[in-house]
């Protein structure tokens, strides 16, 4: 066991469960770029240097473009704009166990297929931290990620929860592939930073355009409020 | 070489012209040229070049060369169309990156790259152009799509094609994580090549996870509404970067990695190959019928695209895997290049006479001859002919992954194109409609005087740039032309 991949297995996971469950969407973000940012360096050994950087380089510029998305005036405070939308829906403490349950079976998942190696040692180790492989880190964040990520990426109605969560199961998938299979190579580790930086694209596109069409949204329903209040003298008048 | 060159070439080209897509002109020229160029580098593209990368090797095909060199004169002549009707240029840049990353992923033999990559492409294409060009820029260029569009609706698809596009390539990537671990086929199989029932289930899970994947990436039934509100919401040369050359290249990869690590395993799998089937007949049955209801022409071609797609898929139902592969490769090329073809033809008809309703369109084809000539093409290619390679592999895929009768009831319902195109072609030989009688700019014009002599308004250039402008219609209508000459080429030849 590797204390620092421990380290950073828990790191990735713990910005996995803030990114989608954390109310301020500041907070989210923050949560997304410690994922993405520290994800290159959960594996031993290590990508080389040009493929690191580029993978270190790649998550945090798909976080910058969400984040660049963005209006300063609509990061963290518009919290109550739309509470529904906003942070997961089951909460935090349940996200953590869901979490918590993924780790366990996918670090039983990858000592079960070290077993079948035919490198392997044929048999499951004693010792439960001698389970903690960088392979078995890398199947349990994954499979972490995939859990509390794929409702929010596929259900969510908010571009923004929506994109995240769809980075973060993307990057739980990336990295259940090489925890189950092995380290990918270098080609398929940059393939994987050009498909999470044109999702960030892609995304802050979304986000953008969603964050436009509310803003004059509401400015539409002001000036109606206004103007029927001019009418009126009052509230809104409403038919019977 | 030429591989890393037509990407270093239509990479920076993309995203210059997406940048530049707020100066109309300067956009097109740059993406144009930049289309023109990936043509013909794509065209020295060869089985020996081969190229060394990051651990992996990029290596040209003849069937690459085929396929780049269609996708970028598809791109082109889209572009050319866009600039033609002025359209806005939010659609060619994203056309061009998807084109660069598309080729790569094509090129490498590793499944896990070339899913990555072709998504990473189509996702762009898929969003920026659902939001970049509001409803009112797209109200001035497309007279048809005016009362269709709406900034909520766009924004909900571009959400909607991000998520179809995502979960498809992340099933996909599981497929191929179990392709490669302890338990895939590879590791687990015996000496001899005995299956093991664990690794048959295994087997048969895993094509239909990549099945799976297919059917939302291709938009085959039951995963066609995302497929269908895309066609009908999105500009339409949004269509073939997405769900044509994108969607095609996905096939390729998946095909590909199936004919590599399923085929082989020699398991039986006669549910999976079932239930695929069963899958592959809705869309070809239920894909047919709708193109057959549905009046307006962005249904009839999302409906076909979900036809193709069905045919696409029995390609993996097929027992014998090497000769479905071989033939699912060449439809799949064949009818996304047809079907552009067809998305060509209903842009420029949209904008030509402002209607997208075949009641509306009676009389098209007097007005306008050159978009007669160009469905008349691209039904010649959808239905194909004795001898071309789109009819043989139609058969092929059928009647290899279908038994009798239901495979001859099925080649029969295959051939609705016949139908639904044939009834455009029929209103478009009618009386004219008014809105069709009113479109004078369908006909070329020519309105140079020699007698007037050389002042300084009639200049040539002058000249040139004003029969240009007259005869936009016709000249897009030319391209759109080109378009299905290029889906007819490859339905007879196929992907070589």
């Given at each position: 066991m590797n204390p620092w991949l421990v380290g950073i297995a828990f790191a990735v996971t713990i910005g996995a469960l803030i990114a989608v469950s954390a109310r301020e969407n500041r907070a989210a973000l923050v949560g997304l770029a410690v994922v993405l940012g520290a994800t290159p360096f959960l594996g031993d050994p290590l990508p080389q240097l040009s493929t690191l950087a580029a993978r270190v380089v790649g998550g945090v510029l798909a976080a910058y473009l969400l984040r660049a998305s963005m209006a300063p005036a609509r990061t963290g405070s518009d919290v109550d704009e739309d509470p529904a939308?906003?942070?997961?829906?089951?909460?935090?403490?349940?996200?953590?166990?869901?979490?918590?349950?993924?780790?366990?079976?996918?670090?039983?998942?990858?000592?079960?297929?070290?077993?079948?190696?035919?490198?392997?040692?044929?048999?499951?180790?004693?010792?439960?931290?001698?389970?903690?492989?960088?392979?078995?880190?890398?199947?349990?964040?994954?499979?972490?990620?995939?859990?509390?990520?794929?409702?929010?990426?596929?259900?969510?109605?908010?571009?923004?929860?929506?994109?995240?969560?769809?980075?973060?199961?993307?990057?739980?998938?990336?990295?259940?592939?090489g925890g189950v299979a092995g380290t990918p190579g270098d080609l398929e580790q940059l393939a994987g930073v050009a498909l999470l930086v044109a999702l960030a694209v892609a995304g802050s596109v979304l986000v953008s355009r969603g964050a436009r069409r509310r803003a004059v949204g509401a400015r539409t329903a002001k000036s109606d409020g206004d103007g029927n209040r001019r009418v009126t003298g009052g509230p809104i008048s409403r038919a019977p | 070489m030429s591989v890393l060159l037509l990407a270093a070439l239509a990479l920076p080209g993309g995203l210059a012209t997406a940048?530049?897509?707020?100066?109309?002109?300067?956009?097109?020229?740059?993406?144009?040229?930049?289309?023109?160029?990936?043509?013909?580098?794509?065209?020295?593209?060869?089985?020996?070049?081969?190229?060394?990368?990051?651990?992996?090797?990029?290596?040209?095909?003849?069937?690459?060369?085929?396929?780049?060199?269609?996708?970028?004169?598809?791109?082109?002549?889209?572009?050319?169309?866009?600039?033609?009707?002025?359209?806005?240029?939010?659609?060619?840049?994203?056309?061009?990156?998807?084109?660069?990353?598309?080729?790569?992923?094509?090129?490498?033999?590793?499944?896990?790259?070339?899913?990555?990559?072709v998504t990473a492409g189509a996702i762009g294409a898929a969003v920026v152009p659902s939001v970049v060009g509001g409803p009112d820029d797209r109200r001035r260029s497309e007279p048809g799509g005016s009362a269709r569009t709406g900034g909520a609706a766009l924004a909900g698809l571009g959400l909607t094609s991000v998520r179809s596009l995502l979960a498809s390539v992340l099933l996909a990537l599981v497929a191929v994580a179990w392709g490669a671990s302890p338990v895939g086929p590879f590791a687990a199989a015996g000496p001899l090549g005995e299956i093991d029932p664990a690794l048959e289930s295994g087997i048969g899970v895993t094509l239909l996870v990549v099945v799976a994947a297919l059917v939302i990436r291709l938009g085959?039934?039951?995963?066609?509404?995302?497929?269908?509100?895309?066609?009908?919401?999105?500009?339409?040369?949004?269509?073939p970067p997405v769900l044509g050359w994108g969607a095609a290249a996905f096939a390729l990869v998946a095909l590909g990695w199936v004919d590599v690590t399923i085929s082989p395993a020699a398991a039986p799998l006669v549910v999976e190959h079932a239930i695929v089937a069963v899958v592959a007949v809705a869309s070809i049955i239920l894909g047919g019928l709708a193109a057959l209801f549905r009046d307006d022409v962005e249904h009839i071609l999302a409906y076909a695209i979900v036809q193709d797609a069905g045919v696409a898929l029995l390609a993996f139902a097929s027992p014998d895997g090497a000769a479905g592969a071989a033939a699912g490769r060449d439809w799949i090329v064949?009818?996304?290049?047809?079907?552009?073809?067809?998305?060509?033809?209903?842009?420029?008809?949209?904008?030509?006479?402002?209607?997208?309703?075949?009641?509306?369109?009676r009389g098209w084809a007097r007005g306008a001859p050159i978009l007669a000539a160009s469905l008349v093409i691209v039904l010649a290619g959808a239905v194909g002919l004795p001898g071309m390679a789109v009819f043989d592999a139609r058969a092929t895929l059928v009647g290899e992954a279908l038994p009798q009768p239901i495979s001859a009831l099925v080649l029969v319902g295959s051939y609705a194109p016949v139908l639904f195109l044939g009834r455009l072609l029929v209103a478009g030989a009618g009386a004219?409609?008014?809105?069709?009688?009113?479109?004078?700019?369908?006909?070329?014009?020519?309105?140079?005087?020699?007698?007037?002599?050389?002042?300084?308004?009639?200049?040539?250039?002058?000249?040139?740039?004003?029969?240009?402008?007259?005869?936009?219609?016709?000249?897009?209508?030319?391209?759109?032309?080109?378009?299905?000459?290029?889906?007819?080429?490859?339905?007879?030849?196929?992907?070589?």
């Open positions: 939308q906003r942070g997961a829906g089951i909460g935090w403490p349940a996200e953590a166990l869901l979490a918590i349950a993924a780790w366990l079976v996918g670090v039983s998942i990858s000592a079960r297929l070290e077993v079948l190696l035919p490198t392997g040692p044929g048999v499951p180790p004693e010792n439960a931290l001698a389970l903690l492989t960088p392979s078995a880190l890398g199947t349990a964040v994954g499979l972490a990620s995939v859990v509390v990520a794929i409702v929010p990426a596929l259900v969510d109605r908010h571009e923004l929860r929506s994109v995240i969560g769809g980075l973060i199961l993307l990057n739980g998938v990336l990295l259940l592939r | 940048l530049l897509a707020g100066n109309r002109r300067l956009a097109f020229a740059v993406g144009l040229v930049t289309a023109a160029g990936c043509a013909l580098v794509a065209a020295s593209i060869s089985p020996e070049d081969t190229v060394p990368i990051a651990g992996s090797v990029i290596g040209g095909s003849d069937g690459l060369r085929t396929l780049t060199v269609a996708w970028a004169a598809s791109t082109f002549l889209f572009g050319l169309i866009d600039a033609l009707l002025g359209n806005r240029a939010d659609v060619l840049g994203p056309s061009l990156a998807c084109l660069g990353v598309g080729a790569i992923g094509l090129a490498v033999a590793d499944a896990g790259v070339g899913f990555a990559l085959a039934i039951p995963a066609h509404i995302w497929a269908a509100r895309f066609v009908q919401l999105m500009p339409s040369s949004a269509i064949a009818a996304v290049a047809v079907k552009s073809g067809l998305a060509a033809w209903l842009l420029v008809t949209r904008s030509t006479f402002g209607a997208n309703r075949r009641s509306d369109l004219p409609a008014p809105s069709i009688r009113d479109a004078a700019h369908a006909a070329i014009r020519l309105t140079f005087d020699p007698g007037a002599g050389w002042q300084h308004d009639r200049s040539p250039v002058h000249l040139v740039r004003h029969a240009l402008r007259e005869n936009r219609y016709p000249l897009a209508a030319i391209a759109s032309l080109l378009a299905a000459l290029v889906g007819l080429v490859l339905a007879m030849r196929g992907l070589g």
